[in-house]
């Protein structure tokens, strides 16, 4: 799966701390979800998405093989 958090975060213009600190997770937590290290949980994913207002799969997309 991959994702457009660190696109979504320039547009807001928001750190990967700043992130963290809204969905109540830490700043590495982000990060690795940024680098497709880890796969969010359904929760996690739904405030991520929230915080950008905007639908899950605007935000996380599968890919070939998911």
């Known amino acids: 799966m991959k994702n457009n958090i660190r696109v979504e975060r320039?547009?807001?213009n928001i750190?990967?701390?700043e992130l963290a600190g809204l969905?109540?997770?830490s700043r590495q937590?982000?990060?690795t979800i940024e680098?497709?290290?880890y796969v969010p949980s359904t929760i996690l994913a739904l405030k991520i998405a929230?915080?950008?207002k905007k639908p899950v799969e605007e935000i996380f997309m599968l890919e070939e093989g998911d």
């Open 29 to 31: 937590t982000i990060n």
């Open 50 to 52: 929230r915080v950008f």
């Open 15 to 17: 750190t990967q701390a």
């Open 35 to 37: 680098s497709n290290k």
């Open 23 to 25: 969905i109540d997770v």
């Open 10 to 12: 320039a547009i807001k």
